[in-house]
């Protein structure tokens, strides 16, 4: 079983930054992809990174590309969510959740990829 536990979330002013953190609760941790996916008010679920167990390999959605960075420490069983230049549009509750499968981006993108999820941190960006 895996655990997650998101932290980091809070009310930024846009062009602000923060840092989303992800505890994982599990074994081996570098054994799984760990992605984050955040959701809007009224709108679906919708990928927005992840980094394979290694570390070697990382895909960003276009839509926060160049903004967004994700990286993890597999000694502290955490994976992290660098959020830059943020925007009004970018506030929404972030997840993370985890997969022991590798993949493709079109597999590692994908929410039914994922069978494990944490509770999720608000992040919130005024204009």
């Known amino acids: 079983q895996v655990q997650l536990a998101e932290s980091g979330g809070g009310l930024v002013q846009a062009g602000g930054s923060l840092r989303l953190s992800c505890a994982a609760s599990?074994?081996?941790?570098?054994?799984?992809?760990m992605g984050w996916f955040r959701q809007a008010p009224g709108k679906e679920r919708e990928f927005a990174a992840v980094?394979?167990?290694?570390?070697?390999?990382?895909y960003v959605a276009d839509v926060v590309k160049g903004r967004f960075t994700i990286s993890r420490d597999n000694a502290k069983n955490t994976v992290f969510l660098q959020m830059t230049s943020l925007l009004p549009e970018d506030t929404a509750l972030y997840y993370c959740?985890?997969?022991?499968?590798?993949?493709?981006?079109?597999?590692?993108?994908?929410?039914?990829?994922?069978?494990?999820w944490g509770q999720g941190t608000q992040v919130t960006v005024s204009s």
């Open positions: 959740a985890a997969t022991h499968y590798g993949g493709t981006y079109d597999y590692l993108s994908r929410r039914d990829s994922y069978p494990y």
């Open positions: 980094i394979i167990g290694s570390g070697a390999l990382r």
């Open positions: 599990v074994h081996t941790f570098s054994d799984y992809a």
